[in-house]
């Protein structure tokens, strides 16, 4: 069964400060693996695509890693801001056309 | 340029009732997908349709269907109608799929309750 495991469930931090999410997955065959920010009661929105040859790739003050022997992505927020705040949920897709979501971790940004 | 569009944004249905959800893709998108999210939760996927047919399906009872029409808008259908269907519908558009690169575009997301 493919399944996409996020950690921590939920964290808070101070603004300005930086924070790393996690996301393991066991899905086969790999296609690419995206990470999607979502304010609370709305759609989620792309921040990163990644494919299998792929380690690194930024946006804005996103960065998110791959690396396809381990199944782990990561996705570091730097020096975060208030907007941050969010669900940040990690999506992998197979071949076979086939999405399967992380449960997502919560950030919470405090002042 | 509209991005994916859905109506309605909330509705409050009874148990055993049937209810449509109807999903408009970003201008130029082929492909639509529907996804399931309960309160605190990952999003579940539903089906996905592709030039009017159902290419996928997540592990949904046939009380959920769903339909695409020759413009690529979509409908998502639920019969019966349970207290855990109670979520938020998000519709996803993409174009040709889900091949690498292909950003995928979702919508704001309709509030089903059922009561």
């Known amino acids: 069964k493919n399944q996409v495991e996020q950690s921590p469930q939920s964290l808070i931090i101070l603004e300005g400060k930086n924070c790393t999410l996690q996301c393991n997955y066991t899905v086969s065959p790999f296609s690419n693996l995206r990470w999607y920010k979502q304010d609370t009661g709305r759609g989620p929105v792309s921040l990163t695509i990644m494919t299998f040859s792929e380690n690194t790739k930024s946006n804005g003050r996103y960065t998110a890693t791959l690396d396809a022997d381990t199944k782990q992505s990561s996705l570091h927020i730097t020096a975060s801001q208030l907007s941050d705040s969010a669900s940040y949920i990690c999506?992998?897709?197979?071949?076979?056309?086939?999405?399967?979501f992380g449960a997502g971790t919560t950030v919470t940004v405090r002042a | 340029d509209a991005g994916v569009t859905q109506s309605p944004t909330h509705l409050i249905k009874t148990r055993g009732q049937q209810v449509t959800l109807r999903c408009s893709p970003k201008?130029?998108?082929?492909?639509v997908s529907w996804y399931q999210q309960a309160l605190g939760q990952g999003p579940q996927f539903i089906f996905q349709y592709y030039e009017e047919e159902e290419r996928q399906r997540g592990n949904f009872p046939d009380r959920f269907s769903g339909h695409q029409f020759p413009n690529y808008s979509s409908e998502l259908n639920v019969n019966a109608l349970l207290l855990g269907d109670s979520a938020l519908y998000l519709c996803?558009?993409?174009?040709?799929?889900?091949?690498?690169?292909?950003?995928?575009?979702f919508g704001e997301g309709s509030w089903l309750t059922v009561v």
């Open positions: 999506v992998v897709i197979s071949n076979d056309y086939k999405l399967s």
């Open positions: 201008s130029g998108h082929d492909t």
């Open positions: 996803a558009s993409s174009l040709d799929g889900l091949s690498s690169g292909n950003t995928i575009y």
